[in-house]
């Protein structure tokens, strides 16, 4: 048994006037134990539905979403599923609640009933796991976004969820917050085995996950390893999805008649393959 | 320019008055206000005085703080102040027409002065030296014992909590909105009165859409960290009373005897 499984989940918004617009028409997903995956898509494809099906935000019309065999879309279930998984929104600013570092990342424990000198030390500790330790005493407002982007997801860290989902987490990023937050994410991934569930519309993260799901119009369009989802370039672009820039690239040379070995991911696997043709 | 407003005007340093228990701390401005009220004679208030002074002098906070803090009351000393002056009974010093000055009156204005005076330093004395979430979180524990006549006083303590932590962001807001209006034309400086009102309306309009777009999604984030009321919450920082702050309480209380004794043997001052 996995420890996320989805099984032909439908979900439907109520609309104006009793209608009903179903946004996600059957999903089916198992994510692992120490996963590492991103959710890609378009804006409206349901990936931030799936963010809030994950951890009993929403219920499912139809269908079960399943954490560590718990049914997540149960009302009895709400407060244990959310202990497992824990979820990271887009705008750094309105998930924290404190006014001060520490207490916002000591507020996910304090609600749990965790004992005083137990959250102390796991405060302590997501702090220095997020590398945001030195400003525990500082005020959100004045840090940068991709500073209170980590202590939002150390304060999930200090619940000692299993899993992160994180909706977006570097949308309203500059690059260097970007990637604060990704190199974070990676290392918790790596080091404490904390399983990732990335949603983001940016190819250059979803390439550093260890498994790339691809969502259209409600549905999952694609699955797999990062390697085998972006070399398929047109059907992506069929689906109006992009593809990473130094893929890009590699494509259109090859399109243009250019004889190249293999489409590269990365830009650093880029460099690399044109430092051994140009050899 | 907004974003440089303080909140709760909190002077960080480190000193005996901030190392005190916020609870200690209000519970003593409380008892000194009454002290100051209670206050009959000028020798019972010069110890009242006497004894905020010990404590200004403790926060180790420079006076030129509490003298800013003062600043805005000034025209209400003055005010009240004039209007003693020429209330007083008893045979006039000086008299025009009807107003008189009398040695009562005098003595009652600068008897009324001080008290405001001190009033205002000594609720100074707990804002500038405790942190507001330190002062939030003393009021809820404060005031627990309410929440058993079912008065939300976790409720009221995570609101307060919630205004402080987004106070700065919706005034950087304004800001940032403002000027985004006046790139568009709008003009806020000229026109009277109502004018300008309604040339806030622009500015206030989208605020408020974004503030509830904000506690829409800071209701997602606190629920996904599992808050569900104050029930069964516990807390990181948990108020405990050290041995110095019961050396204040004795010290307290020494100063609360001596009062009594100094407004009983001397008159009252202040006769109508």
Redo the contacts between chains.
Sequence with gaps: MAFIEIKDVRFSYAMEAGAEKEVLHGINLDIGQGAFVALLGHNGCGKSTMA?LL?G?LSPSSGQVLIDGLDAGLEENQ?PV??QV??V?Q?P????????V??DV???????????EE??RR?DEALKAVDMYHYREH???KLSGGQKQRV?IA??IA?ETKCIVLDEPTAMLDPRGRQEVMETITRLNREKGITIVLITHYMDEAVQAGRVVVMDKGQVLMDGTPQHVFKQVERLKRHDLDVPQATELCYRLRAAGVALPDIPLSVEECVGMFRNLLR | MLSDITLGQFFPAKSLMHKADPRLKICLTIFSIVLIFAAGNFFSLGWAVLYIALAMALSKIPLKMYLRALKPILFLVAFTAVLNIFYGTGDPLFQWGILKITKNGLLNCLFVSIRIIVLILASSVLTFTT???QLTDAIERLLRPLSKLHVPVHDFAMMM??A??FV??LM?ETDKIMSAQKARGADMESGGLVQRVKALIPVLIPLFVSAF??AY??A?????????GGE???????LRFSSHDYCIIGSALLALAAFITLNMVFPPAIVR
């Design positions: 809030k951890n935000m407060l959310r202990r824990g979820l929104l705008n600013d309105n998930q924290l609640v404190a006014g001060i520490e207490e000591a507020f996910g424990p304090e609600n749990l009933g965790v004992p005083p959250i102390r405060v005020a959100p407002h939002a304060g999930v619940m | 942190s507001p979430t909590t919630i402080l932590r700065p962001l950087e777009r904000r999604d800071l997602t984030a606190m629920e996904s960290r599992c808050y569900h069964g919450r516990t807390k990181m920082k948990v």
